[in-house]
């Protein structure tokens, strides 16, 4: 099994772009599929991105599309999601999920058997 921690959350102003990473520890991490969801207050979670763990395929929610790159290192099993013009609807909790094999829908947190604890991302304008 493997154990997800993001990192790379902050406060940043409208427009700029980050970069979050979610490292993992634990098991064969280049078989893993990765995602990210987010989720604001008083929102549900929301599917953001996902990378096969070859890279090869790449996923993301039409709120993020053209905005948001997903890529990953595996030599240093880390995941990174590239965020760019950020805006106030950006600020979320940023979650990171790993699966060995997907079940379902890529798009669907239940898909995910392992999580990581979050990091906050606040868009200030």
């Known amino acids: 099994q493997v154990q997800p921690v993001e990192s790379g959350g902050g406060l940043v102003q409208t427009g700029a772009s980050l970069r979050l990473s979610c490292a993992a520890s634990?098991?064969?991490?280049?078989?893993?599929?990765v995602g990210w969801f987010r989720q604001a207050p008083g929102k549900e979670r929301d599917f953001v991105a996902a990378?096969?763990?070859?890279?090869?395929?790449?996923y993301y929610a039409d709120s993020t599309k053209g905005r948001l790159t997903i890529s990953r290192d595996n030599a240093k099993n880390t995941v990174y999601p590239q965020m760019n013009n950020l805006t106030s609807e950006d600020t979320a909790v940023y979650f990171c999920?790993?699966?060995?094999?997907?079940?379902?829908?890529?798009?669907?947190?239940?898909?995910?058997?392992?999580w990581g604890q979050g990091t906050q991302v606040t868009v200030s304008s």
């Open positions: 999920a790993a699966t060995a094999a997907a079940s379902g829908s890529l798009s669907d947190g239940l898909s995910y058997r392992y």
């Open positions: 990378i096969s763990g070859n890279s090869l395929r790449t």
């Open positions: 634990g098991g064969a991490f280049s078989s893993y599929l």
